[in-house]
């Protein structure tokens, strides 16, 4: 065997043992989300097709789900690009011990997993991704580049409602349960009623008479 093959089957055995370890993780982390979530319904189990897997190094996509609720050019879309999922689940697992999931790669990831979760909930499109991006944010404490800051302001208002704004919250807890309960049913509301929706969310445009 050439020099060159051996190099590249080595890279593809590292590749793969990154890919293997970096699914057990999300797996692990998908099965803490059902569990803050389980108020709100049952998510199911985690599915690898779910989620777009690449290459970070070579900045290679090898593998595009059919459709990704991230793939937009919304103004409104969060860039948190989910080719960089497996590189960004790896990161946020190494930092875990020593801050917790107060870092950027632990908001991108939840992102992602927090919007399926949604969507695996009955929330479509924005909805689920407004609450994708809103969980992440009181996972994390970080806010993504672009996303909904009204339905974000929202989230973190119903969630930490009546408490100290504390992000190193367990995923266990009853009142955390029961509040994410209390915001995915908001979420659910808006969704149903676009009337309401757009009375909490979106303010009216104010008209200002022109001078002359």
């Known amino acids: 065997m050439e020099l060159e093959e051996l190099l590249k089957d080595r890279e593809f055995e590292e590749g793969e043992k990154r890919l293997k370890e970096a699914l057990r993780i999300a797996q ?3 099965g803490k ?21 690449g290459v970070i190094e070579e900045d290679v996509i090898i593998r595009e789900p ?10 409104y879309a969060p ?3 989910p080719m960089y999922f497996i590189d960004n689940v790896l990161a946020m697992d190494q930092k875990l011990q020593g801050i917790g999931y107060r870092t950027t790669q632990a908001l991108y990831v939840y992102i992602e997993l927090a919007t399926k ?12 991704m407004s609450f ?3 969980y992440a944010h009181v996972r994390t404490g970080w806010i ?6 009204v339905e ?7 969630f930490f409602r009546d408490k100290k704004k504390h992000f190193e919250w367990d995923f266990h807890w009853t009142s955390v349960r029961e509040r994410l309960k209390e915001v995915f049913d908001k979420w659910s509301a808006w969704q149903s009623d676009e009337e309401l929706y757009l009375g909490e969310v979106k303010s009216p445009a104010i008209v200002k008479p022109m001078l002359v």
């Open 28 to 30: 692990r982390e998908w």
């Open 33 to 53: 989300l059902a569990l803050s979530l389980e108020l709100a319904g049952d998510i199911g189990d985690f599915d690898k097709e779910d989620f777009m897997i």
């Open 66 to 75: 059919l459709k990704s609720p991230t793939k937009s050019v919304s103004f």
């Open 79 to 81: 860039t948190f690009y």
């Open 117 to 128: 979760a949604a969507e695996r909930l009955g929330l479509i499109g924005s909805f689920a």
């Open 132 to 134: 994708g991006s809103g």
């Open 144 to 149: 993504a580049e672009k996303g909904y800051p």
């Open 152 to 158: 974000r302001l929202i989230f973190e208002k119903m």
